[in-house]
T-cell receptor, first 111, second 110 residues
Framework: NAGVTQTPKFRVLKTGQSMTLLCAQDMNHEYMYWYRQDPGMGLRLIHYSVGEGTTAKGEVPDGYNVSRLKKQNFLLGLESAAPSQTSVYFC??????????FGSGTRLTVV | GIQVEQSPPDLILQEGANSTLRCNFSDSVNNLQWFHQNPWGQLINLFYIPSGTKQNGRLSATTVATERYSLLYISSSQTTDSGVYFCAVERMDSSYKLIFGSGTRLLVRP
């Protein structure tokens, strides 16, 4: 049982490049989330989804887009990467208030 | 928006010592959770505790929702307890979205 899997684990981008981070969960959870963690800080919510085909903005959505075409997958896109988007990105899923499960994170550096 | 404050920001313990971590929040919440982020970055859910007290081995947590705080107790600390402990709350109007505090960084020395 893999839980929540994030790919890739590491990535270096040049300013202006685009990329997509993939999150996959095998727990049949309805809710999925993308967070970012900056040094010395807690996690901040970027976007989230309450079910297949739905997405919504979180606390820090600017510069990111998301899609949830299948229940088990939640994609996070950066259309034009900026150095301010250097961070560790975490995906999570849950079946409600409980059962929050995080992926192992993606470390992204934008140079 | 809701504010989540954790204290202390940093804590160093000798193995075997006990500790209490505190989480204060500025508004009513639907739920509160405690997470441990290990030195490799993995986040583990410790407690779902919107109110009351729960215990899991050497760890226990208490949330007093009416006074807007939660406490995490670590007894007989071990080096494997090292890492960052986060408190996270869900606003009353939220879809299970969590607002995280900035964490307590714990180092347990052998």
């Amino acid at each position: 049982n893999a839980g929540v899997t994030q790919t890739p684990k590491f990535r270096v981008l040049k300013t202006g490049q685009s990329m997509t981070l993939l999150c996959a969960q095998d727990m049949n959870h309805e809710y999925m989330y993308w967070y970012r963690q900056d040094p010395g800080m807690g996690l901040r919510l970027i976007h989230y989804s309450v079910g297949e085909g739905t997405t919504a903005k979180g606390e820090v959505p600017d510069g990111y887009n998301v899609s949830r075409l299948k229940k088990q997958n939640f994609l996070l896109g950066l259309e034009s990467a900026a150095p301010s988007q250097t961070s560790v990105y975490f995906c999570a899923s849950s079946w409600g208030a409980q059962g929050y499960t995080f992926g192992s994170g993606t470390r992204l550096t934008v140079v | 928006g809701i504010q989540v404050e954790q204290s202390p920001p940093d804590l160093i313990l000798q193995e075997g010592a006990n500790s209490t971590l505190r989480c204060n929040f500025s508004d009513s919440v639907n739920n509160l959770q405690w997470f441990h982020q290990n030195p490799w970055g993995q986040l583990i859910n410790l407690f779902y505790i919107p109110s009351g007290t729960k215990q899991n081995g050497r760890l226990s947590a208490t949330t007093v929702a009416t006074e807007r705080y939660s406490l995490l107790y670590i007894s007989s600390s071990q080096t494997t307890d090292s890492g960052v402990y986060f408190c996270a709350v869900e606003r009353m109007d939220s879809s299970y979205k969590l607002i995280f505090g900035s964490g307590t960084r714990l180092l347990v020395r052998p």
